[in-house]
C-alpha cells in the first residue's frame, strides 16, 4: 500500500508527463538570428560573354607572349657555347645530372666559375 504522499508525488509525476513540457530558459536564441545577419550572401550575376571572351583572349595572349618569350630565350641558351670538359667538371663536383650542368653553363654564358656558384646558392 502506498501512502498519502507516495499518491501525490505519482500524481505530480503523471500531470509532468501528460500536461505541456516545461519551457527551457531560452539562452540561444539571439543566436539564429545572429547567424541570419552572419551568413554571405552573393547577389548573383549574370556574367557577359563579351567580358568572358575578351578576359580569355587576355589570357590566351599573355600564355602565348610567355611562351614566345621562353623559346627565345632556349634559342639564345643554345647559341652558347661550352665545353664538355666544364660540364664534366660540374657534374662531378656538384653530382648532378649532364642537362642541368649544361643549362646552368649556358644560363652563365659558358663561365665555369659563375654557374658552379649559382648552383651552391
Known sequence: MAAEGDVDLDLEAEENCTGKPTEKPRKHDSGAADLERVTDYAEEKEISSSNLETAMSVIGDRR???QKAKQEREKELAKVTIKKEDVELIMGEMEISRAVAERSLR?????VVEALVALTN
Do not use: K
Open 64 to 66: 602565348s607572349r610567355e
Open 107 to 111: 644560363e652563365h654564358m659558358g663561365n
